[in-house]
């Protein structure tokens, strides 16, 4: 089965500056990328997903870049604030079977002041 | 519309007893599913259904039972608690397609 493996476990940065989280996918037949942001006691949200068919994806301050030859996907947030401090986990699946996805084991994000 | 509802949010088992998680999703979604969340190890996936009258395993279903009579709910039964099901439990539902994910607010469960 998919094997996600999601670096670093902890990353703390300074509010205005970038963040990267990487992870690697093991399964070739995945080509669906989902993000979630977990904030502290609350639910896991989506925040941006990628599909295969495409290299980058940006949504205002957070972009998601894919590399399929290397098997690996990343997320960046520019202009980092405190309120993006959060777990963030990433994923991988088939397009439109959930049952398939395989989250990595998640990112502490703190941004400080 | 209320989204995915979990009850209850908090819930303390002694090892063997038993218990049902209630989860019920009002977006008339095909897909639900179960996860644990671990600390270090992410969310895993417990048993998911495509529809009502159609459940199936997912990485950790020993332990767990599910059935899904309506579309609307996906009960997660412990049959006799142990302390390693001490987590947190995400109910998520899924629109067509099911790739994005509408999770509940969580329940957390220990086990003594």
């Known amino acids: 089965g998919e094997n996600v493996e999601q670096h670093p476990s902890t990353l703390s940065v300074q509010e205005g500056d970038s963040a990267v989280i990487k992870c690697t996918y093991s399964?070739?037949?995945?080509?669906?990328f989902p993000w979630y942001k977990q904030e502290l006691g609350k639910r896991p949200q989506l925040i941006i997903d990628?599909?295969?068919?495409?290299g980058e994806k940006k949504d205002q301050r957070i972009a998601v870049t894919l590399n399929k030859t290397a098997k690996h996907f990343s997320l960046h947030i520019t202009e980092t604030q405190p309120e993006d401090s959060a777990v963030y986990f990433c994923?991988?699946?088939?397009?439109?079977?959930?049952?398939?996805?395989?989250f990595g084991t998640g990112t502490r994000l703190q941004v400080t002041l | 519309n209320a989204g995915v509802t979990q009850t209850p949010k908090f819930q303390v088992l002694k090892t063997g007893q038993s218990m049902t998680l209630q989860c019920a999703q009002d977006?008339?979604?095909?897909?639900m599913s179960w996860y644990r969340q671990d600390p270090g190890m992410g969310l895993r996936l417990i048993h998911y259904?495509?529809?009502?009258?159609?459940?199936d395993q997912g990485e950790v279903p020993n332990g767990y039972n599910v059935s899904r009579s309506t579309t609307e709910d996906f009960p997660l039964r412990l049959l006799s608690a142990a302390p390693s099901q001490t987590s947190v439990y995400f109910c998520?539902?899924?629109?067509?397609?099911?790739?994005?994910?509408?999770f509940g607010a969580g329940s957390r469960l220990t086990v003594l």
């Open positions: 977006m008339n979604h095909e897909y």
């Open positions: 259904s495509v529809g009502a009258g159609i459940t």
């Open positions: 990628i599909r295969s068919n495409v």
């Open positions: 399964d070739s037949a995945s080509n669906y």
């Open positions: 994923a991988a699946s088939i397009f439109g079977t959930a049952s398939k996805l395989t």
């Open positions: 998520a539902s899924g629109g067509p397609g099911a790739n994005v994910l509408t």
